[in-house]
């Protein structure tokens, strides 16, 4: 979010005809990974709800958003999104919203010295309550259900009544979104901010002794905030920090009435959140999700796995970014650590021959997921590292910019991913494996990432 100097641009609540009747073309087209949603009149009341009800966030936020991913396809900054794979109503606490901040905190704090650069600070948060799955059921002990597809559609629980798409979860999910939304702003313009705090949790890190490898960078940016301090910087004024919302736009129920007309420009903004992206399975050029980023004015971002064809890129940025404005598209590639120094490179080169400056993030999680010998969808904390390092390494060679990361990963000490220098082992995964869908990595490995991408950066 900006900070308080920033103009906050008014969105219509009532929406004015026109572009809303140009986003209602998109309704026929047809949308991968929706719900069936059993009860039709239910669906029309929280939709109708929905749209009565006030945005999110702004669009002028939005805008400020763009503008800081354009510095980003630049090289100008470099950009941290993380956050749950999915997150839960019931998780929506304030003790695990502030970890979950917290631990982005730190990580862009590190970040930002190993980049020399402003980080820009995107949550995977309040709004992640939708989930596109490889298969429609779920089998358990020969009983088939509907899967679970995120909080805003069915319930985790594993029984008929849990796994009913209910809409009026579209509704719940609008509030857990804007409590959680609420507490963000609180904490990132309240204090909890502050670069001094971070800096000493960071510190608390790195003396613990399995991390005794990344002592020597804290201490670096121990000894760079003392050389602030005597220069006379200003540490007051760097009590708050913008922080943003992004999720995948993936339930249309969700995402259309959340659509309104700026009032300033007559523009469509989709104001359940800052960034929205469309997933690795719903991409699809003449589908409902492409359509429907393409008319809204967010930055928006596109999930590319290491199976993408170039030239569907290309016409995805004549589709979503026409007027080639920079920090407008965002290309998430989740290619997998053995895949990304093959797969990458052609697809980085045609589409800069191109003449599109999209800004580049690297997903090196979704490539990278497999079921371990005891039976948890899991990563291997390594594969993650390599995946990063194979991103850089193929931008560095083409002398294009490794805009950033996005991470799923949480503020809590669980156990879904393995490695990291806590050691996490498959035998360890039962210990607190809490995920709903894919494995996180966990506050640890969240800063041990941090600390060994701010390596990378310092040799770019
Ligand atoms: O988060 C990503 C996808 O929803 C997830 O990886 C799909 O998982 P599944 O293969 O368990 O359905
Ligand atoms: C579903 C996700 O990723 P992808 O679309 O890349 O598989 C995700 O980010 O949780
Ligand atoms: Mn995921």
Not at 23 to 42: E, H, I, K
Not at 77 to 86: I, K, M, R, S
Not at 382 to 404: I, Y
Request: proline fraction near 5%.
């Amino acid at each position: 979010m900006p900070d308080a100097h920033l103009p906050l641009t008014l969105v219509s609540t009532t929406t004015s005809p026109d572009p809303l009747q140009r986003l209602a073309a998109g309704a026929d087209l047809p949308a991968a990974q929706q719900p069936v949603w059993p009860d039709r009149a239910a669906l029309d009341e929280a939709v109708g709800t929905l749209a009565t009800y006030p945005p999110l966030v702004f669009a002028g936020e939005c805008d400020v958003l763009k503008d800081r991913m354009a510095a980003v396809a630049r090289g100008e900054a470099f950009v941290l999104q993380g956050g749950d794979c999915a997150e839960t109503f019931v998780s929506a606490t304030a003790d695990n919203i502030r970890d979950r901040v917290k631990t982005i905190l730190q990580m862009a704090a590190v970040l930002t010295y190993g980049a020399s650069m402003p980080v820009v600070k995107v949550g995977r948060m309040a709004g992640q309550y939708a989930k596109p799955r490889s298969s429609d059921d779920e089998t358990r002990e020969g009983v088939t259900l509907p899967a679970y597809r995120g909080d805003m559609v069915n319930d985790y629980d594993f029984t008929p009544e849990s796994r009913r798409p209910d809409p009026m979860r579209l509704v719940r999910g609008y509030h857990a979104s804007s409590a959680t939304l609420n507490l963000v702003r609180a904490f990132t313009t309240g204090g909890f901010a502050d670069l001094r705090h971070v800096h000493d949790w960071n510190k608390g890190f790195v003396a613990n002794a399995a991390n005794a490898r990344y002592e020597r960078l804290a201490r670096d940016i121990d000894k760079a905030m003392r050389f602030m301090a005597a220069c006379g910087a200003d540490f007051d004024a760097m009590r708050t920090t913008e922080f943003f919302s992004a999720h995948e736009a993936l339930l249309l129920d969700y995402e259309r009435p959340m659509t309104r007309v700026d009032s300033r420009t007559g523009q469509l903004y989709d104001t359940s959140g800052h960034f929205i992206w469309v997933g690795e399975r719903t991409r699809d050029l003449d589908g409902a999700h492409i359509d429907f980023v393409s008319r809204v004015r967010n930055p928006v971002g596109v999930k590319v796995s290491a199976n993408a064809d170039v030239d569907d890129l290309l016409r995805m940025i004549d589709v979503v970014d026409p007027d080639r404005e920079p920090g407008r598209l965002t290309f998430i590639t989740r290619m997998g650590a053995g895949r990304v120094r093959e797969a990458l490179p052609a697809i980085v080169e045609k589409v800069t021959a191109s003449g599109a400056l999209v800004t580049w993030v690297c997903d090196p999680m979704h490539g990278n997921t497999f079921s371990s010998a005891s039976g948890f969808k899991t990563r291997d904390f390594d594969d993650v590292v390599a995946e990063v390092r194979g991103f850089f390494e193929v931008h560095q060679g083409l002398g294009t910019h490794p805009g950033g990361i996005h991470v799923e990963l949480t503020g809590n000490d669980v156990t879904e991913c393995i490695g990291g220098s806590e050691k996490i082992l498959d035998a360890d995964l039962g210990t607190r494996y809490e995920s709903v869908c894919d494995p996180r990595l966990n506050h640890q490995q969240s800063l041990e990432l941090a600390f060994l991408v701010a390596e990378m950066l310092a040799q770019d």
